[in-house]
């Protein structure tokens, strides 16, 4: 009995199962996972240098630009411009393209803005492009063009009875129109853009001046910033766009992507590139890239700003973010040999174009972020035999971000977050941008980005109903969850055996990826 309870002594068995499974990991790792890891190391590294040196690069041009006050819009003499159109009252004639989808909650805005500017009325055209596909919300549209045509406004509603094109194909289809044949300028406003009234007179001037001018582009404003966590982030990015990215293209190569809105074009710019075409997601980005090689040049002009909405629910951010990084890729994908064969730009702009513009901020941006910040350092970490160099690892992303965070400093106590948010989303712009280079399925996928308006001011005022379990489940994205778990277990392996402190930060970023997988990110849409 005393045999039963006891047990019998242990015999050491002649083959050690425990060493035997070490060694063969061992030499796994040593000849399987080492090689290729290293390689990937030395790749990551690389790009992050690229992206470094893009970032110094532009920093030191917007502060050479910002101390000796020669940003490219100030060299123009706007005061005198609007002196002497109004003195000759020689009023281009303009067009003003609102397109729109199933807008309800911010149609009213845009259009009463748009209508609202300050420009003759004879030499003014409204145009509404309304592809929405509710047929009452059709009927309040045109109800809202036909109270501002008794006013006096000439306002055009157009629908169509196809998407076709999406965006691109009812601007396209908008400037075919037969009173559009005196007009000289488009400007364009998606629906949520809510323009100052003398937005025209602080715009359209500069296209007057400068013949060679394609475009004016203003800055964005943001209605909704502070709203949530989620928008202040988006702030945070959107602004050193803004700020840096925009002005530094304008001011060297006068150069720089169209954003979609918020723009003046001179039609025979448009026409001259070969008008708007819906190969990809962006077609804005597309006319600008064509336009350019055309010899047309672009302004950015800083200080006028045009009130917007922020998407403030985590599904319309995470739509539109696949959007804006698919579309770029697959774009450079299609126009690479186009722009190396164009023979009526510079060397160096071709350069900028495709490397500055494109590969590093399009594509590099996104990848170093997500592969090289959330999987390679990570896997290295259970890889001791492998180098991870720390100037790369942490001195160069402390500088990026830092060069990143100065546009914002309002937000500054943000820093943490909107590094961690950002190392999030780069997962979606990750995969968005590789569907974009290779092509693959959803590469054309449009999902018009949903906008609140006065919504989220009545979500307020409301008692909010009770959250269904389905609705729970359907805020659930697993992909984050697993990449929550994964580093999760290497801050827990470091934390064990590590020596470096990097469970810190993939603790956070575990936390962050389980938050955003979790759905407690934005705000909750109002059925």
């Known amino acids: 009995m005393r045999n039963f ?13 425990t060493g035997s499974f070490t060694d063969m990991w061992r030499e796994m790792r040593v000849t399987m996972v080492i090689p290729p890891l290293t390689i990937a190391i030395c790749i990551c590294v690389m790009m992050s240098v690229m992206m470094f040196i893009e970032r110094v690069y532009m920093t030191v041009v917007i502060l050479l630009v910002k101390f000796t006050g ?14 002497d159109l109004e003195l000759n009252r020689s009023y ?16 009213k805005l845009s259009i009463g803005a748009v209508c609202s500017l300050t420009w003759p009325s004879d030499r003014l055209i409204v145009q509404v492009l309304d592809d929405s596909t509710n047929n009452i919300l059709r009927q309040l549209v045109e109800q809202e063009c036909k109270k501002w045509i008794e006013r006096g406004v000439n306002v055009k509603y157009e629908t169509r009875n196809n998407r076709n094109g999406y965006k691109a194909g009812a601007l396209r ?7 559009v044949l005196d007009c000289e300028f488009v400007v364009i406003f998606d629906a949520d853009f809510q323009p100052e009234k003398d937005f025209l007179w602080r715009s359209v001037p500069y296209l ?16 909704n910033a502070n709203e949530c966590i989620m928008t202040r982030l988006q702030e945070m ?9 925009q002005e530094v293209g304008s001011s060297t190569c006068q150069f720089f992507g169209f954003n979609g809105t918020a723009g003046v074009w001179r039609i025979k710019a448009i026409e001259d590139a070969g008008g708007w075409k819906d190969r ?8 600008a890239v064509r336009a350019s090689l055309k010899g047309w040049k672009f302004v950015f002009v800083g200080d006028l700003d045009v009130k917007n909405e922020l998407p403030s629910t985590f599904k319309a951010y995470r739509y539109q973010q696949h959007r804006w990084s698919c579309g770029p890729a697959n774009l450079f994908r299609k126009m690479t040999k186009e722009i190396i064969c164009c023979e009526r730009v510079s060397a160096w702009k071709k350069f900028h174009v495709l490397y500055a513009f494109f590969f590093v901020r399009k594509i590099i941006a996104h990848w170093v972020t997500f592969f090289f910040y959330c999987i390679i350092i990570p896997i290295s970490i259970m890889v001791p035999e492998v180098h991870l160099p720390k100037p790369i690892a942490i001195y160069i992303p402390a500088t990026i971000t830092l060069l990143n965070s100065y546009c914002t400093l309002r937000s500054l106590h943000l820093l943490v977050l909107w590094i961690l948010f950002e190392n999030v989303m780069s997962f979606h712009r990750s995969k968005a941008t590789i569907i974009g280079l290779l092509g693959a399925n959803r590469v054309n996928e449009w999902v018009v980005t949903e906008k609140l308006g006065n919504a989220t001011k009545q979500r307020n005022n409301n008692r909010q109903p009770k959250r269904t379990r389905s609705r729970v489940f359907e805020r659930l994205l697993f992909s984050e969850l697993v990449m929550g778990l994964f580093l999760l277990y290497v801050a827990c392996y470091d934390l064990l055996f590590g020596k470096d402190h990097m469970y810190i930060y993939l603790l956070l970023q575990a936390i962050a990826f389980f938050v955003v997988g979790l759905g407690c990110v934005g705000i909750n849409a109002p059925n």
């Open 5 to 17: 309870f006891q047990g019998e002594p242990e015999v050491k068995s002649p083959y050690d199962f």
């Open 173 to 179: 289809e908008g400037l075919t129109k037969d009173y």
């Open 92 to 107: 281009p004639m303009v067009l003003v393209q609102i397109p729109m989808f199933n807008e309800k909650e911010v149609y």
């Open 70 to 83: 020669k940003k490219k819009y100030t060299q123009y003499k706007l005061e005198a411009l609007k002196e």
């Open 237 to 245: 990015s959107l602004a050193y766009h803004f700020t840096v990215e």
């Open 280 to 287: 990809t997601t962006v077609e804005d980005m597309d006319l």
């Open 208 to 223: 007057l001046e400068n013949p060679e001018l394609a475009l004016v582009q203003a800055r964005w404003k943001f209605v």
